[in-house]
């Protein structure tokens, strides 16, 4: 069984930063395309960023672009984000989801986290 595991969520005002973590439970980790999608209360679940295995290659929605920042480290199963300047409209719960190829379309993701709640004061 595969389980993915967010940390790192939590309260920040308006401007702070979180970093957020992903750990895979299996040792076929390095296999797996992962990626995080937020998911706002009455809204749908909106692709954020993800990472290739290799890591070397990085996708963001536009809305996060130059805000925040994916990354991974195949020794420890981890993915992180990297959230900065964060605003009221970065509230949400946010997920991490793994598939074997890159895409930004949550139903084609296959293994999926409980997910982290990330809430920005005004």
């Known amino acids: 069984q595969v389980q993915l595991v967010e940390s790192g969520g939590g309260l920040v005002q308006t401007g702070g930063s979180l970093k957020l973590s992903c750990v895979f439970s299996?040792?076929?980790?390095?296999?797996?395309?992962v990626g995080w999608f937020r998911q706002a209360p009455g809204k749908e679940r909106d692709f954020v960023a993800s990472?290739?295995?290799?890591?070397?290659?990085?996708y963001y929605a536009d809305s996060v672009k130059g805000q925040f920042t994916i990354s991974r480290d195949n020794a420890k199963n981890t993915v992180y984000l990297q959230m900065n300047s964060l605003n009221p409209e970065d509230t949400a719960v946010y997920y991490c989801?793994?598939?074997?190829?890159?895409?930004?379309?949550?139903?084609?993701?296959?293994?999926w986290g409980q997910g982290t709640q990330v809430t920005v004061s005004s």
């Open positions: 299996r040792r076929t980790f390095r296999n797996y395309h």
């Open positions: 990472v290739s295995s290799s890591g070397y290659s990085t």
């Open positions: 989801a793994a598939r074997t190829g890159p895409s930004r379309v949550a139903v084609e993701y296959d293994y």
